[in-house]
């Protein structure tokens, strides 16, 4: 077994160096924390097994209960945009695989992350203690209300796509706060929207087109502790 998992990191060593080479710097991401991080995170450990030989493709892939891991481009892409780096606080909305919040955990002190399948938020948080990334700190619940407790947030990262901006996540940006996050309807095309906020002033800009999971809700009655 220790041969196979040997074999294993250099295989995904060489296959990530590709993918940092051909996917992400190639398409314009130049900031080099965001490119480190890329080149240090072993994706192949955040996917569903059957998956790990995919695991470095130009692609989305399947994690169960309906969800994705995000294409390795626009994780970096919402990475360089939301200009991550140390003393920054920053949440995330939508664990999934735990993939996203493992690059940021390498650009930031702290990550707080929610996921709303149960399943997924239990598998996220194993895998953040087996991987080593014990600044991440995850939970199970909506993540339409954030985390009032941490907040405010310098960085808010959303990947899944509400038809509009929850409401909490803008009032939970701090001063000079960033938030990515795509907008639209559920399988659809949705577009990835930069919210900046200065002095309670609110600016929203478009980055791209993109095809994210549907965000979705707890039913009332059934919220999440
Ligand atoms: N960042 C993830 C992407 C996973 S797909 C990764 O790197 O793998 C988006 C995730 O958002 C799914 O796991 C989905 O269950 C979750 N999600 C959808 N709506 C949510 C909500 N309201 N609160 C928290 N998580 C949500």
Known sequence: MEGFSDYQA?????AREKMVK??????????KAVIAAMRKVPRHLFVPGEYMPDSYDDSP??????QTISQPYIVALMTETVKPGKGKRILE???G???????LAEICDTVYTIEIVPELADQSAAL?????YSNVISKYGDGYQGWPEYAPFDIIVVTAAPREIPRPLIDQLADNGRMVI??????????????EKTHDVIVQSRISFVRFVPF???PAGNQAP
């Open 128 to 132: 953040f203690k087996k991987t080593g």
């Open 61 to 66: 892939l399947p994690i169960g209960y309906g």
């Open 182 to 195: 795509p907008v639209g309807p559920p399988s659809a095309v949705q577009e990835l929207i930069l919210v």
């Open 97 to 103: 695989s735990g993939y996203q919040a493992a690059i």
């Open 10 to 14: 250099t295989w995904g060593d060489k």
């Open 93 to 95: 909305i939508g664990t």
């Open 216 to 218: 979705k809700r707890l």
């Open 22 to 31: 051909e996917q992400i710097i190639a398409r314009g991401i130049s900031d």
